[in-house]
Every structure is written in structure tokens, then in C-alpha cells.
């Protein structure tokens, strides 16, 4: 076989690389048996179509001509999309990280034909620079020492086999109780930045799970401090150069301490999550400049997602969330979104000062000579008159902006992705009272069961019409949690079941009757050189994680002690023995709160009455709320604790439920929205 075999594939990063001379294969059984038969070492390289190094290490390497004849010399070329399989992805960092060097993208990854790693990098220049050696040079090296020394090479091998065999059996054996959620919250609260938000140092990453656990402290213990780096944290990202002032939607993080310069790619994980915490955040906030702002991002921030993440085209075709948008455009990172004061001075006119003013437009930029939008120093945020006029310059300052060479957009719909959007939606929709966004969060779901379903199995991706890749733990944890919002919202039993359903194909297909816990890849999945077991949160939250809270939402719905048991075994053996590491298992932590200490309100009746009871528990937005509906509290799952508990002389009532106790019955929306806000 020759040539570069990209140009059959879906995905617009692999698409990125199909005209380069580099002989591409994707991964796959032909590439792996290419190697196999010919004995070559394999060079994988792992990137995504919004990764700006990703860019720079193709024009540098990929698209020279004399490179890529060493790479095609040398070995079987295998080119990976990581948002696609990072099943694939997961093993090779952990092999990256295991050999002493940090991870990231693009992985350049050196594997034998058995796919065990014996080296690897990221980056790597094509010539000698920043202290890393050239890739040419780098690339002869190698092929001289697999074929001179196979033995090092087999030695090599083997030692990354057998430590990334642990990546199947996780050290667990530690116990969680909501005492240690307590003690990991203090220790966390030492990461926070004080005065910027967000963790010390830079880069600067959003973390909304972080915060999110954060935010959970204060709920459990009233804090102040809590309250504060969660609300702190929020305000800056939201008027920080990470925000886009203009079309919404945040970047995936800061290269300062700032918050104002942004790494400019846009990821819709990143807005689904923020979008969840300010809805999780805001109903608890007092009126003033702070619930505004996050009211406005929040809606800012979905209208940008339904405008310009929509895989259709057409406004009113079906739909799912395409998954980022590129740093880049016209080979320049951020060229898109800058502007000169000249140029706000020519199309603003008179309004121009009041804009400068307030979102640092200066002579001479704030990056690179050019400005970033951002409002971090405005002082006066929410005057009405001055926000007139500024909503009257973003509305000159957007279309023009349109008009400019935009980024890439990498159309790939993502099953994992996608449930975060959905739950972030939903949520919103109900805090927010956006009936809107809860039918498009409805519509979105409907998308990937009807495009993403095979059976009862998932796929991964959906791209160009076609569906691809198994789907991944996250996947079904995803959208098992997005299926039980959006049934908590409606009350629809068919979202209960869609959850019970995806739980059941990970119990039958992912589940480790062994050592307990779910691997990242089911046990049908070819080509895996292990399954990989994720217990820590990385930008996106652990599938494992996710499923704690599945779990037992599933059980407090069902009463079905099945769901407990898992929940329970799944605890037993993935809880850290050290209880400050639970910080890094942000998901873990809230999915142990539902299950321990659930809020559990159950709404008897039918009718308006009954309807607004439910609309004001959904509006608290409170993060641990179980939410039934009953005729007469006869329907109840197995042992709830307000079984028998109906309306009162005809009149719908709510009961808030915690442990075995219930509240007395509450028949007006404003008392049980009251009980719910003083609920810790």
C-alpha cells in the first residue's frame, strides 16, 4: 500500500492532512496488519481540527515533502482524531506520561507493530529548536535503533505494557463520606486564585467542575469563601478576553492569569458546562450586577451554541452540537476576533469612546498591537442607558466581523459532548424559564438516539451524514444523565427508560466484574492495546464519575436497590484511599452527594397547581434535587419516604424529602421555592 489514505474519512482534522505527502492511514485493522506484515514500527499522531499545534507541526513536518519521505521510509503512518477515539487517545498520554514527558496535542507517539509504545513526544520542530530535537533527525533515530537493537525496542515495550496495564485497575480502596467532601473542599479553596479567580497561575482553564464541587461546599456549609471563588471565578471569565463579547461562547482557556488573552478555539464541552454552573450558581445569587452578567452569558452564551453549532443548516431541521471551533483563521491565531482602535473609531463614530471605554479598546492594543474585547476593568457594567449603546455597537461591530475569514468549524457531532449540552440546556431552560431551550435540548437528544443508535448500542461520532467509532463510557454516561434531566423536566417516562437502558448495555459491555468500576472502552472493541479504567476528571468529566450520579438518581427514582449496589461497588473501587485526592474526582464527589443526601420532592396532584409545585423545584436549580410526580403518593417507588403522601383536600402539595423524613405538605409554589433555597 501507498499514498495518503485520508481523503475517505469523515473527520475534518484527518481531512486537514489528506493532501499531504505523508502516507496517512487511519487507524484501523489494514494499517495495523500493514505493520504486522511488513515489521515496521508504527507513528501514530494524535491531534484534533481546532489544536493550533497541531497546525504548526503539519505545515512544519507534514506538508515537507522531504519529512514525510522519511516517515513513509521508516514506518506505517497511522494519523488519529482524539475527539473520535479517545479510547486511543487516553492510552498513548498515559504512555506519554509514564515516560517522564507532559502531555497534549499533537502526540507523536512511536509504537510496534503489536501497538506497545517505546517513545513519544508532542511537538517536535523540523529543525533542532526550544531545546527539542528535529523531527527529521529524530525520526532516523528511531528507525536505526528498531532496526538495530530490537532487543532495546522489545525491552522498551514490554516495560510500557506492563505499566499501562494499571490503567485497567486503578488504585481504589478509600472510603467517602460527606465529612471528607467537607475536608477536600478546604483543601481545594488553597488552589484558588483570590484575585483573578480560577486556580493560582497560568494558563488559566475555566475548571467547571472544579468549581461546580465548589460550589456544592457552599450549598452543604453556607461558606462564604466558597461562595466567593465560585461567584469571583464566574464574573472573571465572563468579562475577560476569554469571553466573546460579540457572538457569545467562551474559549477553552487563558494563556494569562488574566482571564484576557485566550487560546481562541472554541469547545462546546467547555460552553455546556459553564452554561451549567451559571445555572446551578445563579438562583441562589441576590439581585444585582452579578446575577445580571450571569443571566446574560448564560443566554448569550446558548444563543451562540443554537446559531452556530447547529450540525443543520436549515433553522428547522433536526439537529445535533457540532463540537469546536478552530484558534486559527487565515493561517493567524485569533485574527478573527481582534480588532484596532481605528477600526472601532471608523464604524462606531460617535459611540466609539463609550465602547473604547468599556471594553479596553487603547492606540496601541492590549495584544500584539490589536485588542481583545473584554470588559474585566468596566466599572459600570449594567448602567441601562451605557448598555443601550453598547448593544447598539456590538450589533454594527458582529456583522462586520462576519464578514472576515472565519475559523475552521469542526462539524463532527459527538455522542459525549452532546449530553453535556443536553443536560446544560435542560437545566437552564428551567432555572431561566426558557421553554426554548428545553425543546431544543429535547430535539438535540432526539438527534443522536435516532443518528448515533445502533440497537442498543452507541456510536461515538456522526459526521457528513454517517456515524462511526463505538461509542465510549462517556458516551452512555452522558446521555444516560442528559436522559434523566430532561425526564426530571417533563416528567416523561420514556427519558427514565432511555436511561435505564444505556446503564444496562455499560453494565453488560463495560463493567469490570472483576475489580469493579467501568472501562473507558467496551469489551467488543477492537485494536486496544488495553482498556483503560478514568477515574479523574481531565476537561471533560469522568464517565465513572458521571455514573455515580446515574446511579443514583436511577435508584431514588426506581427504589430499585440494584442501582444502590452498583453505586456502592462502584464507590468501593474507585475512591481514592487519600482523601485530598477526591479533588481531582470533582464528578465523584457530586454523584456521592446525590446519592448520600438527595432532595428528594415529590409533587402529588395534577393540573396548573400541581405544575407550578414542580416548575418552582425545578427553578431552584438546586443540584441534588429528585424531582417526582404522583397522582396520590400510592405510585411511588419502593420504600420513598412519601408514599401515601397525596393532595390535600383536592388540592395538589409538594413534600421535600431528605434520609427518611418528609416536610409537611406544601400546596403554594412560593413555600416550597423558599424551602428549597434554605435546603443545604
Not at 414542580?614 to 420504600?639: F, K
Request: hydrophobic share 45%; aromatic share 8%; with cysteine.
Amino acid at each position: 500500500m501507498s499514498d495518503n489514505l485520508l481523503g475517505k474519512e469523515t473527520s475534518p482534522y484527518l481531512l486537514q492532512h489528506k493532501d499531504n505527502p505523508v502516507h496517512w492511514r487511519p487507524w484501523g485493522p489494514e494499517a495495523l496488519a500493514e505493520a504486522r506484515d511488513g515489521n515496521k514500527p508504527i507513528l501514530l499522531s494524535v491531534g484534533y481540527a481546532a489544536c493550533h499545534w497541531c497546525h504548526v507541526m503539519a505545515h512544519e513536518s507534514f506538508e515537507n515533502p522531504a519529512i514525510a519521505e522519511v516517515m513513509n521510509r521508516h514506518f506505517v503512518n497511522i494519523k488519529v482524531d482524539r475527539e473520535e477515539r479517545p479510547d486511543l487517545d487516553n492510552i498513548y498520554q498515559s504512555a506519554l506520561a509514564m515516560m517522564g514527558e507532559h502531555g497534549g496535542w499533537p502526540l507523536t507517539m512511536f509504537l510496534t507493530p503489536d501497538l506497545e509504545p517505546f517513545w513519544g513526544g508532542t511537538y517536535f520542530p523540523p529543525a533542532p529548536r526550544y531545546g527539542r530535537p528535529g523531527f527529521p533527525q529524530v525520526l532516523e533515530s528511531l528507525a536505526a535503533t528498531y532496526r538495530d537493537e530490537p532487543a532495546k525496542i522489545a525491552d522498551n515495550a514490554k516495560r510500557m505494557r506492563d505499566a499501562l496495564s494499571s490503567l485497567a485497575t486503578p488504585k481504589g480502596g478509600g472510603t467517602v463520606t460527606l465529612a471528607a467532601l467537607d475536608e477536600v473542599a478546604l483543601q481545594m479553596l488553597r488552589f484558588v486564585d483570590p484575585v483573578n479567580g480560577g486556580t493560582h497561575g497560568a494558563p488559566k482553564f475555566p475548571q467547571p467542575n472544579f468549581f461546580q464541587a465548589l460550589w456544592r461546599a457552599f450549598i452543604r456549609t453556607r461558606g462564604p469563601m466558597y461562595r466567593e471563588a465560585v461567584t469571583a471565578t464566574l464574573a472573571n471569565i465572563c468579562q475577560g478576553g476569554i469571553y466573546d463579547h460579540l457572538g457569545g461562547g467562551f474559549a477553552r482557556y487563558s494563556v494569562d492569569a488574566e482571564w484576557l488573552v485566550p487560546h481562541f478555539e472554541k469547545m462546546l464541552y467547555d460552553n455546556a458546562l459553564l452554561v451549567e454552573l451559571m445555572a446551578e450558581v445563579w438562583p441562589m445569587l441576590d439581585p444585582g450586577p452579578k446575577a445580571d452578567l450571569f443571566r446574560l452569558r448564560t443566554a448569550e452564551t446558548i444563543a451562540w451554541m443554537l446559531a452556530d453549532m447547529r450540525s443543520a443548516d436549515d433553522p428547522a431541521a433536526p439537529f445535533a452540537f457540532v463540537s469546536a471551533y478552530d484558534a486559527d483563521s487565515e493561517g493567524v491565531e485569533g485574527k478573527y476576533y481582534v480588532w484596532t482602535e481605528a477600526e472601532i473609531d471608523a464604524l462606531l463614530g460617535p459611540d466609539a469612546a463609550v465602547f473604547k471605554q468599556a471594553y479596553d479598546v487603547t492606540p496601541g492594543g492590549n495584544w500584539e498591537g490589536n485588542t481583545i474585547l473584554n470588559r474585566s476593568a468596566d466599572a459600570d457594567f449594567g448602567n441601562p442607558e451605557r448598555e443601550a449603546v453598547l448593544a447598539r455597537c456590538r450589533t454594527i461591530l458582529l456583522p462586520e466581523r462576519s464578514k472576515r475569514v472565519p475559523p475552521m468549524r469542526d462539524d463532527k457531532v459527538l455522542a459525549d459532548w452532546n449530553g453535556l449540552a443536553v443536560a446544560a440546556l435542560t437545566k437552564a431552560a428551567a432555572v431561566f424559564d426558557r421553554p426554548d431551550w428545553l425543546t431544543a435540548a429535547a430535539g438535540v437528544f432526539a438527534f443522536i438516539s435516532e443518528n448515533l443508535t445502533q440497537g442498543d448500542r452507541l456510536f461515538h461520532t456522526w459526521c457528513a451524514g454517517k456515524a462511526a467509532h463505538p461509542g465510549v463510557l462517556e458516551d452512555y454516561a452522558n446521555l444516560a444523565r442528559a436522559a434523566l434531566a430532561l425526564h426530571q423536566a417533563t416528567g416523561d417516562a420514556a427519558y427514565l427508560a432511555k436511561a435505564q437502558s444505556l446503564t444496562a448495555v455499560l453494565d453488560r459491555h463495560f463493567w469490570d466484574a472483576d475489580n469493579g468500576g467501568y472501562f473507558m472502552a467496551a469489551d467488543d472493541t477492537a485494536d486496544l492495546l488495553t482498556r483503560s479504567k478514568p477515574v479523574h476528571d481531565n476537561a471533560v468529566p469522568c464517565g465513572n464519575g458521571t455514573m455515580v450520579e446515574v446511579l443514583a438518581r436511577l435508584y431514588h427514582l426506581t427504589g430499585d436497590a440494584a442501582y444502590r449496589d452498583r453505586a456502592d461497588a462502584l464507590i468501593t473501587a474507585l475512591a481514592p484511599e487519600e482523601t485530598i485526592n477526591l479533588a481531582h474526582q470533582t464528578t465523584f464527589q457530586t454523584g456521592f452527594e446525590v446519592l448520600e443526601n438527595a432532595v428528594q420532592v415529590t409533587v402529588a396532584g395534577s393540573g396548573d397547581s400541581a405544575d407550578g409545585l414542580a416548575t418552582a423545584a425545578l427553578a431552584s436549580g438546586h443540584p441534588r434535587l429528585v424531582l417526582l410526580r404522583t397522582a396520590d403518593g400510592q405510585d411511588l417507588p419502593a420504600g420513598h419516604p412519601a408514599t401515601g403522601k397525596g393532595t390535600v383536600d383536592g388540592t395538589a402539595a409538594a413534600y421535600l424529602c431528605t434520609g427518611a423524613t418528609c416536610s409537611l405538605p406544601m400546596t403554594e409554589a412560593a413555600a416550597l421555592s423558599a424551602a428549597l433555597a434554605a435546603q443545604t
